[in-house]
């Protein structure tokens, strides 16, 4: 078993591509602005009315479709973390936890290549993320 997790996950030897002498756009004025700008809560809400409600759960236990049902009671907490993100850079700990687990790909796994493995991450780091691309 080590084995086959060491062939998947090894570096391959490959050139490095680089990028010396490429001309870089700059961002303009109103963009600096905006990235240092406070997110607002039509922001975060966006952000997590367009991830399914239904997916797997982050680590934490709860799913996108948890958090919009209950969006009223805590949205407070979230727009707090989320703000906390913005202003100072740091995740709480734990917030940025993640699980990776295997999903069978077929009816009756045998060996690991019938397993597809997924990241488990919570529903604030997605939305953290989804804002900042």
Not at 39 to 54: F, L
Not at 56 to 72: A, M, T, Y
């Amino acid at each position: 078993m080590k084995e086959f997790f060491e062939d998947k996950f090894s570096e391959e030897e490959r050139k490095l591509v680089r990028l010396d002498n490429v001309p870089f756009k700059g961002i303009t004025r109103e963009d600096n602005e905006m990235l240092i700008g406070t997110i607002s809560e039509a922001e975060v809400k966006e952000a997590m009315w367009n991830c399914d409600s239904y997916k797997s759960p982050g680590p934490d236990g709860f799913n996108f479709g948890f958090i919009k049902f209950c969006w009223d009671v805590i949205k407070g907490d979230v727009l707090s973390a989320v703000q906390s993100f913005a202003e100072g850079g740091n995740w709480p700990k734990g917030t940025n936890a993640s699980f990776i687990t295997l999903v069978p790909k077929t009816m009756n796994p045998q060996l690991l290549n019938d397993f597809r493995p997924i990241s488990l991450v919570g529903c604030v780091y997605k939305i953290v993320s989804k804002i900042l691309s």
